[in-house]
């Protein structure tokens, strides 16, 4: 048989439970329904020591750690190996990267807008006494050509230049070119102009053409322009009017191409017309003559320059013919060496 309990025990017994099951549900009722009333707790304190490079931070969950309360100015970054860190697991889309101090968009020191007195200073107004006192007249002489080369009968020369004097708007010219070859003077003639410029680059010329060889003297009445061509081409073409209605007509174009800045490349083409036909000066009809050279030039400095170069010319039409009937060639090829200065 079994023992039977007292009955005052067994009441005690279930009025212990149900008080104790009425106290745990009063509790669960009470964290759910107002969580605000807890007692906040407080953040542990790190140790100022702490060895991060030891701490597995992949085990760690990033949300419930509070960073603000952390003094990270005690922790010791010289031992903390980044390398050690597993990136990978951490969560970085919770990271409020928006309160990193942004690049500053304005200069500690602004720059001072420009006032009306920094422009004035940097661009002074030309004073009109400073124009009024300049040179009325001027002048230049050119020696563009005074060269030689190894030629049939010794030693050939030949030279070419020109020289003004005046304004600006009005000058006289001289002009004058000529070739000796051993002690024989083969062309030499002269040229007294008066030029006007009729623009920036170019101006008209009229004046008077002496001829003193090959044969006797000839004088022409001269008019042309000459200036500076689209591209930098220097051009001349000039007209000469003489004796017995004979017109004759010369056009010379140059251009110089800038190796360096001393070292340049001057191209020449020169072709030479008649109207008529003059056997004693051996000139025919139609283009008579073209010459074409190539001169390299250093310039030691701007006013002188020695160079090196190629010439070919030849003869055309009667002219040609002329110059086989007096056993010469009608094309000739020669190396040149000279140089050119200017004062």
């Known amino acids: 048989m079994r023992p039977h309990l007292p009955l005052g025990l067994l009441a005690a017994a279930l009025s212990l439970a149900l008080a ?3 106290r745990a549900q009063q509790h669960d009722h009470g964290a759910h329904a107002a969580p605000a009333q807890q007692k906040p707790v407080a953040p542990p304190v790190e140790p100022a020591n702490t060895d991060h490079s030891r701490m597995d931070h992949s085990q760690m969950d990033d949300k419930k750690v509070d960073h603000s309360q952390m003094d990270h100015s005690k922790m010791d970054h010289a031992k903390t190996d980044d390398s050690q860190m597993d990136h990978s697991q951490m969560d970085h889309s919770n990271m409020d990267h928006g309160s990193a101090s942004q690049a500053p968009t304005e200069p500690r020191e602004p720059i001072p807008a420009v006032s009306d ?14 124009m009024e006192h300049a040179p009325a007249f001027n002048s230049l002489v050119m020696i563009n050509r005074l060269e030689g080369w190894d030629a049939d009968h010794g030693t050939g020369q030949a030279w070419e230049g020109s020289a003004w004097f005046g304004s600006d708007l009005n000058r006289l010219w001289l002009r004058s070119e000529g070739e000796r070859e051993g002690s024989r003077t083969e062309s030499s003639e002269l040229e007294v102009l008066y030029g006007r410029s009729i623009s920036p680059w170019w101006d008209v010329v009229a004046g008077v053409k002496q001829d003193f060889r090959p044969a006797d003297s000839r004088t022409w009445a001269a008019f042309g322009v000459q200036g500076l061509a689209p591209y930098k081409f220097e051009m001349s073409a000039t007209a000469y009017l003489g004796e017995s209605g004979q017109v004759m007509a010369t056009v010379e174009a140059e251009y110089e191409l800038l190796l360096t800045n001393r070292l340049i490349l001057q191209p020449l ?3 030479s017309f008649s109207s008529k036909d003059v056997p004693e000066y051996g000139e025919g009809t139609g283009l008579n003559k073209v010459e074409a050279g190539l001169r390299l030039r250093y310039e030691i400095n701007r006013r002188f320059a020695p160079y090196v170069g190629v010439v070919h010319e030849r003869l055309f039409g009667d002219t040609a013919d002329y110059r086989r009937g007096e056993g010469g060639d009608v094309t000739d090829t020669r190396f040149v060496a ?3 200065f200017w004062f």
């Open 20 to 22: 104790g099951n009425a």
């Open 117 to 130: 007195a920094d422009r004035a200073a940097a661009f002074p107004p030309i004073k009109p006494h400073a």
């Open 269 to 271: 083409v020169e072709a």
């Open 338 to 340: 000279g140089i050119r």
